[in-house]
């Protein structure tokens, strides 16, 4: 193969069939499940989302209440993980990297080996991983997880040791459907080679946390928040957009892979997070948000003509989580406890009709070097 032919970044290579969710990149659709985003975001609680994309239909209502307390039961964690996050917490470590070493260890202790039960115990313990990280953070002790909270609330729960208002409950809610599931993204990617090799489910969670980590995959809403409050502040986006170009940055929360047009997920976050922020919230920081998001696709057009960057999820998901009360240091890690439902949907997924994903690479390198002992080189 010439090296032209090399597909970088494997843009546009088709590697799966998946019926878990469809995306439309030049129209800007996204389908999950079957579902419009917008219809499945804000009425769906998080385990609704989850058993869709499961067994691909809704519960009726006593198999939501099944599922819902089936997870609520998964939720503890033991006494050996938490030194572990205690020690991540004092070292002052990334929540994505807590959330790895969590992950990593989230069959510790259950004694189950099917795929599908390990599937429910990942889904369910990554709020606890967490919260418990973020609570040492804090210099105080975890909150236990309580069964009777949906998924969403009882997170917040962990965190806080607060029960949320329905509002802030509602508003994590939406955001966990709306970035559940999103095609071949590179983290799914990642859960789908590993368990291609006939590994286990929670060894490909804990790879998906690690690509998920990423500035260019799922580390851009924190940055996002740090430019928001920088213009808040400064009340000059275009001042603040034009020396992030000139300095040759990227503006973080625009472009994506797919979407050459406004990534639908920034509608339904924006609609939930100008909702949640003008019920008693800052209105003035989303309108600045706002602001912001106009000069920047303005300035983004003027920089590439040629490639239209458009505001993509991050961009709304920092306003949303900052307004529900998120701290910024746990926003890719709260991705990752909504992206936890699609890595294990899609890792069951493959392994219903597997076959090992091995691709191939062009070698550059010398073909006819001879060996020189060490002490003549
Ligand atoms: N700000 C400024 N320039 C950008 C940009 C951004 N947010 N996103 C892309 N570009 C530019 C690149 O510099 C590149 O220019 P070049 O051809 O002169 O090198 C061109 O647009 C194409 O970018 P490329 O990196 O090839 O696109 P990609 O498909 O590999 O990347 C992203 C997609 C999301 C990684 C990219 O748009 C990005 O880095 N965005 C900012 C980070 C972010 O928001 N990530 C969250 C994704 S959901």
Known sequence: MADSDVARGLEGITVAETRLSYIDGEEGQLVIGGFPLAELAGNATYEETVFLLFEDRLPDADELEAFRSDLAGRREIGEEVRAVLRQAAEEEKPAMDALRMGAAAANLGTGEEDPETDARRVIAVFPTIVATYWRYRQGEEPVEPREDLRHAANYLWMLNGEEPAEAEARGVETYLNTVVDHGLNASTFSARVVVSTESDVVSAATA??????????????????????????????????????????????????VYRVRDPRAAVLSEAAEQFYSDGGDAEFFEAAERYEEVAVEALEEHKPDRRLETNVEFYTAALLHGVGIPRELFTATFGISRSGGWMAHSLEQLEDNRLIRPTSNYVGERDRSWTPVAQR
């Open 208 to 257: 998906a946390v690690g690509t998920l980590k990423g500035p260019l995959h799922g580390g851009a809403p924190g940055p996002v928040l740090q430019d928001l409050q920088a213009v808040y502040e400064s009340g000059d986006p275009e001042g603040y957009v034009q020396e992030k170009l000139d300095a040759g940055e990227r503006i973080m929360g625009f472009g994506h892979r």
